[in-house]
């Protein structure tokens, strides 16, 4: 059933004696803040509802549901895929203002949050008991963990840690129609029926909107060592990447810099990189006070058996900023250098990277668009960076065509099209190339399920047609 497009009086009339009017929305300028997202694409939804409560939560969705009027659920908007934008109009429900950490219990390791609450801000919060919560996508600063949650948001220390949904052991979440539902609990084992916790987790919003997280903490690690090394072919770099991950103790990180990525680092930093270096690695340990030198030598031994031509020796603290900002520099350049920057997340498994960064190199040379690569190195998780011109109707009339064969090159390396960002509006066209039919259809039979109306996100994910 289709979405009503406009927002009916009643509702606007109970949305504001629910909300008051600082938590329901309707002005233009209110409604444009809410209207974009990191893609830079825009959809004005009709009205905010800022909620404060789950019992608002289940209100406003019951609300909605009953008048069909489709809804958006939001956390920090910092998504790259178009995943928290109202593309079919209708409310837009923010869950930002719940930012209360609602129980801690360092003994079992797990901390209760509301959705709102700032992946960074909740990891000062546990700074002091000595655990961590691992999810550590690049907007930590600004995004929330239902945003998290949604998206099944990752980050360099996935090669270790692994991704969101390893991370999250209950959750409290609202059907659209305003039924609550409990899903997992406060214990790391528990197989109980269907894992609902993990069906949920990146589901990205359209099944139901996450009211309260129960989440698995980990020990932080005192020390963390990084070096950097550069290699004259990405061949090189990937065999010593492959080596690495069968080691006993796996690293904490591993960054991959392709050579359109170093080039551009020679070019417009300060940055000493070898002239001859075509790809770059960041090699992170973590882990306790002793032992940890150790084991990153041990892990230098073997890549020197690569024949780098370059690495700096393992350092810490404010000293591993510098090292880091070989990553960190690059995407304030990119910002510079073109006026839209369209940013993928395939991943491919480690050992195809080579053919990857190939067949990119081979569609930027026939395209005639810059193509900057770098990214997660330890799970094959690469950022491809089409640098584009929207102005220039020659140059956008291909971007189409250039992830076309982005997508198919990723899919005949047997990667998949996302790696951490998530499909949204952004790749919802392509899950097709990705999902066989069967799949796909009891993946929607799933959504159906849980929203018969389709009011909830609607436009994401599941093609157009």
Known sequence: MTAVPTIPGPVIHELKTLLGDDGFLTATTDREAYAWDNTGYRALPDAIALATSEEQICAILHLCHNHRVSVTPRGAGTGNVGGALAVQGGLVLSTQRMKHILEFSPADRYVIVEPGVVNHDLQKHLESSGLFWPPDPSSARAC?????????AAGPGAVRWGVTRDWVLGLNAVLMDGT???????????VVGFDMTRLLTGSEGTLAVVSRAILKLAPRP?????????FPSVELAAAAVSTLLAARQPPSAL??????????????TTLAIPKEARAMLLLEV?????????????MINTILRFKPLEWTPPVDGSDAASVWQAR???????????????NEDVVV?????PALMAGLENISKDAGIPIINFGHAGNGNIHVNLLVDPQNEKIMSQVGGVLDRVFRLVLDLDGSLSGEHGVGTQKRDYIAWELDENC???????????DPLGLLNPGKIWPSS
Not at 255 to 268: P, W
């Open 222 to 230: 005192e020390k963390r060592l990084l070096s950097r090394i550069a």
């Open 328 to 342: 960190s520099a690059l995407s304030p350049i990119l910002k510079k250098l073109a006026p839209k920057r369209i």
């Open 349 to 353: 498994p480690v050992s195809r990277l």
């Open 255 to 268: 960054e991959f810099l392709d050579g359109s990525a170093l080039d551009l680092l020679r070019r417009e």
């Open 440 to 450: 796909l259809s009891l993946q929607k039979q799933i959504k159906q399920v849980f």
């Open 286 to 298: 973590a882990g306790g006070l002793h032992g940890l030198d150790a084991q990153i030598q041990e």
């Open 180 to 190: 609550l539902i409990h899903t997992g609990g406060r214990t790391t084992k528990g």
């Open 144 to 152: 929330t963990v239902g945003g998290n949650i949604a998206m099944c």
